[in-house]
């Protein structure tokens, strides 16, 4: 394990990263280039001084799984991630799993549609980034450990990041969504990951496992769902899907027909963002809303 050069590479990945690269608010008083270690430690769901140890070349050789939490959180490369492995004295991850990396030109989109929430998603339905909106719309997916930023984990499992529901479909979006994740596994079998998740979802719901032993396949499609927000409501929102082939990723657009209600709660929502809500969680004046420890 190459600890010197491993600290470099990482303290480099990190400095080259905006925090909108990775659906982060700037947030006040930001004095050092790219992201804080406070903001990588949030991403990869790891401690803020387990990420100073490494930056300074000390700590135990890290496992594989915080080696990926690290790729993911920093947006590395393919090359990049096989480098970290690499120094870090793992082998890479094989070829043919599910690629994490969101492309800087689906970044840029997200960028360029501020008044919709956007985010977008691995062929396992991980959450890889998304924009301020969404983060408004659904919760800051930041708060939430790395292996439950995923929209299944989050259906069958979870209470979504801040507390925020989508519509509980037990006929075909539930359907369809577990059989997106069948396809997914005869695409991807041996991707580690996604063989978890397959095991934890089938043990830890009896309606996830019901829908798995039907055996079908599926795909993502667009549909009007509901969104039940902790301050605004029940929300009825268009979900369009935007399939990028490259990288197998989903963009998912949200939006609500002109002159709604829920139309008026997104703007509400662009207007005020985070900043909104932000006294509830007893956050301080200067705080990143997506940083505060």
């Keep these: 394990m190459d600890r010197a050069e491993l600290a470099t590479v990482l303290k480099t990945a990190r400095s080259r990263l905006r925090p909108a690269d990775v659906g982060l608010a700037a947030g006040f008083r930001r004095q050092v280039p790219g992201l804080r270690r406070e903001e990588v430690a949030h991403l990869a769901g790891l401690s803020v001084d387990y990420i100073v140890r490494l930056e300074q070349g000390r700590g135990p050789k890290p496992s594989d799984q915080v080696l990926g939490a690290l790729v993911r959180a920093l947006r590395l490369s393919d090359a990049d ?89 037990s006929g075909v979006g539930a359907a369809d969504c577990v059989g997106c994740l069948r396809t997914a596994h005869a695409k991807y079998p041996r991707d580690a990951g996604l063989v978890r998740l397959i095991a934890e979802l089938r043990a830890g719901s009896a309606r996830f496992e019901e829908l798995w032993q039907a055996g079908r396949s599926g795909r993502l499609r667009s549909r009007t769902t509901e969104v039940t927000h902790p301050e605004l409501g029940v929300l009825t929102l268009d979900c369009d899907v935007l399939h990028e082939p490259e990288a197998d990723q989903t963009v998912l657009v949200y939006s609500a027909a002109p002159a709604t209600g829920t139309a008026g709660a997104l703007e509400l929502l662009r207007v005020t963002g985070l900043e909104q809500f932000r006294s509830s969680r007893h956050l301080s004046d200067t705080a990143d809303p997506r940083t505060a420890s």
């Design 81 to 169: 991630r096989d480098l970290v492995f690499r120094l870090a004295g793992s082998e890479p991850p094989p070829a043919g799993g599910i690629s994490m990396l969101v492309r800087p030109s689906v970044l840029r989109l997200l960028d360029r549609v501020p008044d919709l929430p956007a985010v977008v998603l691995s062929a396992k339905s991980d959450v890889l980034a998304w924009n301020p909106l969404a983060a408004a719309l659904f919760g800051d997916f930041s708060r939430l450990p790395p292996a439950q930023r995923n929209l299944l984990w989050q259906r069958f499992l979870g209470v979504g990041a801040d507390g925020v529901r989508t519509a509980e479909d």
